[in-house]
């Protein structure tokens, strides 16, 4: 059972590239979250989704755009890179009345 | 005033020791509190959950949950080496509402 799972894990981009991260879960579970993780921030929620073809912001949505076409796929994508995108980004599902995390994503943009 | 303080740490303890680990909130909504174990370039894992008030004991980890004070704890009975990690708390009202963590606090325990 993988559960959840997140590729790339490691991403070197360039600024003003496109880059999606993707995430799978196995569980089918409506719920799915992005969150960005930096040192003196913490997690942070960037795009939520309740359902296919459903999403809403979360505190830091600028710079990202997401997409459900599945249940159990939910891509995050940064349309121009910057470097202040520069982070480890984390997805999680809704399961059993709190969030399960993805192993993450750490992306570094030059 | 952050809707969730959590002391970053370092926080460093022998093996064997108690540790405390606490995070204050200010929104009276919040029902529903979480501990997650964060290891070194992992997701973080649900460690302990509680709804309310009260205590909740699963092996040598304790939540406590005080509403009225708007204080949760984690307790670790005999620290091992392995439970060197980040404890993020989270908090969330009801429905399917979306989580407030804290910031983290780390934790070494030396052998």
């Known amino acids: 059972d993988a559960g959840i799972t997140q590729s790339p894990r490691y991403k070197i981009t360039e600024t003003g590239r496109q880059v999606t991260l993707m995430c799978h879960q196995t569980w089918s579970h409506s719920y799915m979250f992005w969150y960005r993780q930096d040192l003196g921030h913490g997690l942070r929620l960037i795009y939520y989704s309740a359902a296919a073809d459903i999403t809403d912001k979360g505190e830091v949505p600028d710079g990202y755009v997401v997409s459900r076409s599945k249940t159990e796929n939910f891509p995050l994508t940064l349309e121009s890179a910057t470097r202040s995108q520069t982070s480890v980004y984390f997805c999680a599902t809704w399961g059993q009345e709190t969030q399960y995390f993805g192993p993450g994503t750490r992306l570094l943009v030059l | 005033q952050k809707e969730v303080e959590q002391d970053p740490g370092p926080l460093s303890v022998p093996e064997g020791a108690i540790v405390s680990l606490n995070c204050t909130y200010s929104?009276?909504?919040?029902?529903?509190f979480m501990w997650y174990r964060q290891y070194s370039r992992k997701g973080p894992e649900l460690l302990m959950y509680?709804?309310?008030?009260g205590n909740k004991e699963d092996g040598r980890f304790t939540a406590q949950v005080d509403k009225s004070s708007k204080y949760i704890s984690l307790f670790i009975r005999d620290s091992q080496p392995s439970d060197s990690a980040t404890y993020l708390c989270a908090m969330r009202g009801g429905g399917y509402s979306t989580l407030t963590f804290g910031k983290g606090t780390m934790l070494l325990v030396s052998p």
């Open positions: 929104n009276s909504a919040f029902q529903y």
């Open positions: 509680t709804y309310s008030s």
